[in-house]
């Protein structure tokens, strides 16, 4: 697996910048010794949407046909959902301010949960209103990305580990730290639940790593260097404007992906 060396220099002008959090007081499972290799994922575009440039994606969601989006960069943070082949926003909530940074979303029981950066919090939205918080929960690291299981949120701060978290009051249960077979992936980001793995975006990077959540160990990767560069030739990226965004619709079988003010969101399969 090729790692992520150079995503280093690229750290501090993001949203998502180094996280140190070291939470050693958590019951953090670390990876044992002779973890395989992950594997080359195979996977096919499918079509290829419009995506709202002024997005600064930092959480993608499926839900009931439409695509839910979380955004960041302070002020202009806000929750929104938009129509999949066109693009089109039909609804935004601008929730961001001068100290507000929106981070990962993710819908569970018809709530959506929204992180924020370095500001603690966890809003919690009713799906039918996205234009007021009906709870906000205190959280101790920073907020990057976020999904769910059956019955536990799970939260990306940054660092390698994930935090399995109760949904009723957002305490942490159980932490893991990711790893493969060469060691501990930092930078964890963005975070979808498919099929009973976790995918994830590392930060800075062209890849997407599939996680087994009963262990932490990362089984395969999705190789897309030069995507949209492949597919929106004219369109200038910044380098802070990287690939983050993964939604899952179950119903269809598909993979959403896009990045931080992309043009296109790619539809695929995986294999």
Not at 132 to 157: A, R
Not at 189 to 194: G, M
Request: hydrophobic share 35%; proline share 4%.
């Amino acid at each position: 697996m090729v790692r992520y060396i150079y995503i280093i220099c690229i750290l501090f002008t993001a949203s998502c910048n180094n996280s140190n959090n070291t939470n050693e007081s958590e019951n953090i499972s670390s990876a044992p010794i002779g973890i395989l290799a992950p594997v080359s994922i195979p996977f096919n575009i499918t079509a290829i949407y419009p995506h709202d440039t002024s997005a600064y994606t930092q959480g993608l969601e499926i839900y009931n046909g439409k695509l839910y989006e979380g955004t960041g960069d302070y002020i202009n943070s806000s929750i929104r959902i938009a129509e999949i082949k066109t693009g089109k926003v039909v609804q935004k909530h601008m929730m961001g301010t001068a100290e507000i940074f929106g981070e990962g979303i993710t819908i569970f029981k018809d709530k959506i949960y929204q992180l924020t950066w370095k500001n603690h919090l966890i809003n919690v939205y009713n799906i039918k209103n996205i234009n007021q918080p009906i709870k906000t929960f205190n959280w101790p690291y920073e907020g990057w990305g976020i999904t769910h299981n059956d019955t536990e949120l799970i939260i990306s701060d940054g660092s390698a580990n994930l935090y399995f978290v109760k949904p009723e009051d957002c305490s942490i249960k159980t932490t893991k730290q990711i790893t493969d077979n060469i060691g501990p992936i930092k930078l964890i980001n963005e975070l979808e639940l498919i099929d009973g793995y976790i995918f994830a975006n590392v930060y800075g990077s062209e890849y997407i790593i599939k996680i087994d959540p009963s262990n932490g160990h990362v089984v395969g990767n999705i190789s897309l260097p030069g995507l949209i560069k492949q597919y929106a030739k004219e369109y200038q990226l910044d380098e802070e404007e990287v690939l983050n965004g993964i939604a899952w619709d179950s119903t269809t079988k598909k993979i959403y992906i896009t990045g931080k003010r992309w043009p296109k969101v790619f539809e695929m399969t995986v294999n």
